[in-house]
């Protein structure tokens, strides 16, 4: 059974920057194409950014330009820095592959 777990969250500051990361259990990390979503109080999980296993990656319009998805393929990690954190970029951060989620990270963005 494959295992994803986030880490990285935190409590900053506007402007601030975090990077968040999203370990992969298994020995098939390399082929898997890996999202990150995000989820605000009330509101629905939503799409933040993928990379593929050619290292290809796409950005929702909120974040792009602030956040950069990576992958180490030798750490079975994919990561997610986050710069230029706003406090609308406040919410729980997953990591996604296919219909498995991780259990997710607190980012929170206030003065």
């Known amino acids: 059974q494959v295992q994803l777990v986030e880490s990285g969250g935190g409590l900053v500051q506007p402007g601030e920057s975090l990077r968040l990361s999203c370990n992969v259990s298994g020995s098939m990390f390399s082929t898997y194409s890996i999202n990150w979503y995000r989820q605000a109080p009330g509101d629905q999980r939503t799409f933040i950014a993928y990379i593929t296993s050619a290292y290809n990656t796409h950005y929702a319009n909120s974040v792009k330009g602030r956040f950069t998805i990576s992958r180490d393929n030798a750490k079975n990690t994919v990561y997610l820095q986050m710069n230029g954190l706003k406090p609308e970029d406040t919410a729980v951060y997953y990591c996604?592959?296919?219909?498995?989620w991780g259990q997710g990270t607190q980012v929170t963005v206030s003065s």
């Open positions: 996604n592959i296919k219909s498995l």
